[in-house]
C-alpha cells in the first residue's frame, strides 16, 4: 500500500477551514462569533483525529487567522479593535491547541491499546500452540511410556504363565505318547496339572483386569449400590485373601457404630482385597497387616489396608495408581519381584472415584511399612448417589 504524502494533511485542514469559512459567511448574520469558534474547533478536531497534533496545529493556526479576518471586527484585516475580542481570539487559538493535543494523544493511546490487544491475542496464540505442541509431546510420550509398559506386562505377565502351560502339557503329551517305562509317577502328573491350572487362572486375572480398566477408562463401570455394612466387606476380602495371609496376624480396626454405607460391595470389597494382597506381596513373610476403617473428618467412611514392607516413596506415590506401574520393577525400590500385573491400583482406583471417593498412600505407623487409604460416602445424600 503506497505511503500517504506528507502534505496531505495540512492541506486538506487548510482547505476544511476555507471551504467552512465560506459557508459561514454565506450565512451572514445568522451566526455569531462563539458559534463561528465551535464549528471551527470540530474542523481541527478532525484533522487531529485523523492526522495527529502536527496538522491539527497548523489547522488551528488557518482557522484562528480566518476568524480574525473574518469574524472579528475590524472585518477584514488582521488587526482587532476591542479588547474582548483578543481575549475570545487568544481563547479560541489555546482551546483549538488543547483540543487538537488532547484528540490526538487519544488516538494515539487508542492506536497503542489497539498494538497492545494484537499483541497480547498474537502472543495467547503462541503461547496455546506452544501448548498444544507441549500436550501432544506430552501425550505421545505418555503413549509411548503406556506402550513400553503394556508390552513389558504382556511379555512378562502373558508369556511367563503360557510358557509354563506350554511346558507341561508338552510333557503330559509326551509322557502320554511314549512307548518306553519311563512315565510320570502320579504325584508329578498332578503338580504339573496343578501348574496349569494356576498359570490358567492367572491369565485369566490378567485377562479380566485388562477388560476392567478398560471399563472404567470407558466410563462404562455400572456400580450395584446397595444398603450394606463396612463389616461384611472387609469380611469378605479377607475370606478371599485367606491364603495369601496364611503365617500373618491380619489386625482388623474398625470403629464402633459405623453407618451402614449404600456402595457396590462386590466393587468396594475388591479394593480391600487388592490392598491386603499388595501388603501380602510387598512386606516380609509372618508380619502384620492392618485393616482399619473409621468415620473420615469430611463425614465419609475412611479403609486402610497397612503393611510392614519397605515402604514407598513420596515420589512414586502417584505412579503406583498408573496402568501396569509396579514399584519394585518400574520404581526399583527393591530387588524383590513379586509376581503382579501392576493392574490393581489403577482399577482400585477407578473403583473408588466412580464411588466419588479417593485413595492415596502415606507411611505407616512410626513412618514404617505402607498405608493406602481410601474413602466412601456413607450414602445418606440421595441426590448424590443418583449423580453416579
Not at 489497539?114 to 505418555?142: D, M, P, S, T
Not at 476380602?237 to 474398625?254: D, F, M, S, W
Not at 519397605?310 to 509396579?326: A, T
Amino acid at each position: 500500500m503506497t505511503a500517504e504524502p506528507k502534505w496531505i494533511p495540512y492541506a486538506v485542514g487548510t482547505v476544511a477551514v476555507s471551504s467552512t469559512t465560506v459557508l459561514l459567511k454565506l450565512l451572514g448574520e445568522h451566526i455569531n462569533s462563539t458559534t463561528v469558534a465551535l464549528v471551527l474547533l470540530v474542523v481541527v478536531l478532525l484533522v487531529a483525529t485523523r492526522w495527529g497534533s502536527v496538522p491539527a496545529m497548523f489547522t488551528s493556526l488557518v482557522a484562528m487567522l480566518c476568524f480574525n479576518f473574518f469574524f472579528l471586527p475590524p472585518f477584514g484585516t488582521f488587526s482587532i479593535a476591542a479588547t474582548d475580542n483578543w481575549v475570545a481570539l487568544t481563547a479560541f487559538m489555546l482551546t483549538a491547541i488543547i483540543v487538537g493535543q488532547l484528540s490526538a494523544g487519544a488516538k494515539h493511546r487508542a492506536e497503542e491499546a489497539e498494538n497492545r490487544r494484537q499483541q497480547i491475542e498474537r502472543l495467547y496464540a503462541e503461547l496455546r500452540e506452544a501448548f498444544e505442541r507441549a500436550k501432544h509431546a506430552e501425550a505421545l510420550q505418555e503413549s509411548e511410556r503406556l506402550k513400553s509398559a503394556l508390552l513389558d506386562a504382556v511379555s512378562h505377565d502373558l508369556r511367563t504363565p503360557l510358557a509354563s502351560i506350554k511346558a507341561s502339557i508338552t510333557t503330559l503329551i509326551d509322557e502320554a505318547r511314549s512307548e518306553t517305562d519311563a512315565a510320570l509317577d502320579p504325584e508329578s502328573r498332578i503338580e504339573m496339572m496343578e501348574v496349569i491350572d494356576e498359570e490358567t487362572d492367572r491369565l485369566n486375572r490378567f485377562i479380566g483386569g485388562l477388560i476392567e480398566l478398560a471399563r472404567i477408562e470407558a466410563g462404562e463401570l455400572k456400580l450395584r449400590r446397595k444398603w450394606g455394612t463396612v463389616d461384611e466387606i472387609i469380611s469378605t476380602a479377607l475370606g478371599r485373601a485367606g491364603e495369601i495371609t496364611k503365617g500373618r496376624r491380619v489386625e482388623v480396626n474398625i470403629e464402633s457404630e459405623l453407618p451402614n454405607v449404600r456402595v457396590d460391595e462386590r466393587a468396594v470389597s475388591e479394593v480391600v482385597y487388592t490392598l491386603v494382597e499388595n501388603a501380602a506381596k510387598y512386606s516380609p513373610p509372618g508380619t502384620d497387616i492392618i485393616v482399619d476403617a473409621e468415620r473420615s473428618s469430611d463425614g465419609m467412611i475412611m479403609m486402610y489396608v497397612e503393611d510392614r514392607g519397605l515402604g514407598i516413596p513420596d515420589s512414586l506415590r502417584e505412579r503406583v495408581f498408573d496402568k501396569f506401574f509396579r514399584a519394585t520393577r518400574d520404581g526399583d525400590i527393591s530387588t524383590h519381584q513379586p509376581s503382579g500385573t501392576g493392574m490393581g491400583l489403577a482399577i482400585a482406583k477407578g473403583i473408588v472415584e466412580a464411588h466419588h471417593g479417593r485413595i492415596w498412600i502415606e507411611s505407616g505407623r512410626e513412618g514404617q511399612g505402607t498405608r493406602v487409604m481410601f474413602t466412601v460416602p456413607i450414602g445418606d445424600d440421595e441426590e448424590q448417589i443418583n449423580k453416579v
